[in-house]
C-alpha cells in the first residue's frame, strides 16, 4: 500500500465530526481540486505491506484506548480498494468493536469496501475545484451503493457561496440520496475564509434541509 501518514486526532468534519479517530491517509489522487488541503498526499508515499500498515494502525489504537474509530482518506483511498479490504479484514478481526469511516471523492466505485465500512463519506466535487468539464463526479457504483446501502452513504460537498447552490442541487438529486446525509461545508484553507464563507453555507442548509459540516482542523489548529 502507498501510505501518506497515520496519526491519531479528531475527525473535523463530516457525521463523525468531534470524535477521536486513527486517520490513515493513502497516497495518489485521481483528481487535482484547486483549494484540496492535502496535496503532498497526491504524490509519493512509502510502499508498505498490508501486515505492516494494520500493525501500525493497531499500534496506535492500543495506545489510545479511547479511540474506536479508522477513518481512511487520501488522495483517493479506492484507487487501492484490493489491498484496503484486506487490510480492513484483517482489522475487523482483531477489533470487532472499531468503527470504520472512508473519505472518497465518488468517482471510484466503492462496492469492493462497502461491506467492510459502517460509514462511506463521498464528496462529489463541483466545478467550484477547478477540475476541467467533462470530468465525471462520480461513479455509478456510488448512486448504486446509495440505492442499496443508503444506511451506509454520507454526502459531503464543498461551498464557496451562494452561487453553488444550482450545481449543489443538482448533483444531489443525481446522486438520490436523502437530503438529511448530506453535508454542506465551506470551501476553506484558513480561520479567515471559514468563517467569511459560513453564513452562506448555513443560509443553503436551512433552505434546502441539508446538514452543515464545519472544520474544526482550521478552528483548533490541529491536522
Known amino acids: ?100 469511516e472512508v473519505e472518497t471523492n ?10 467492510y465500512v459502517d460509514r462511506l463519506v463521498v464528496s462529489p466535487k463541483l466545478s467550484n475545484s477547478g477540475l476541467p468539464e467533462g470530468v465525471r463526479r462520480v461513479s455509478e457504483g456510488v448512486v448504486e451503493a446509495i440505492r442499496t446501502r443508503g444506511d451506509r452513504v454520507y454526502v459531503k460537498i464543498v461551498i464557496e457561496g451562494l452561487e453553488d447552490a444550482e450545481e449543489m442541487l443538482k448533483v444531489v438529486e443525481e446522486l438520490g440520496v436523502s437530503r438529511d446525509r448530506v453535508y454542506l461545508m465551506p470551501q476553506a484553507s484558513t480561520l479567515e475564509e471559514l468563517r467569511r464563507r459560513l453564513p452562506a453555507v448555513v ?20 491536522r
Open 1 to 100: 500500500m502507498r501510505v501518506s501518514e497515520v496519526f491519531v486526532s479528531v475527525q473535523g468534519e463530516g457525521p463523525s465530526v468531534g470524535r477521536p479517530a486513527v486517520f490513515l491517509r493513502l497516497a495518489g489522487c485521481n483528481l487535482s481540486c484547486s483549494w484540496c488541503d492535502t496535496k503532498y498526499a497526491w504524490f509519493g508515499g512509502e510502499e508498505l505491506g498490508v501486515d505492516v500498515v494494520a500493525e501500525r494502525v493497531l499500534d496506535l489504537l492500543r495506545r489510545f484506548r479511547g479511540v474506536n474509530l479508522l477513518v481512511v482518506t487520501g488522495g483517493e483511498p479506492l484507487l487501492q480498494s484490493e489491498e484496503l479490504v484486506e487490510l480492513l479484514s484483517r482489522l475487523r478481526r482483531e477489533l470487532p468493536y472499531l468503527e470504520v
Open 203 to 222: 443560509e443553503m442548509a436551512v433552505e434546502y434541509g441539508f446538514r452543515v459540516s464545519d472544520r474544526l482542523q482550521l478552528v483548533g489548529e490541529f
Open 106 to 115: 465518488g468517482t471510484v466505485d466503492p462496492r469492493e469496501v462497502l461491506s
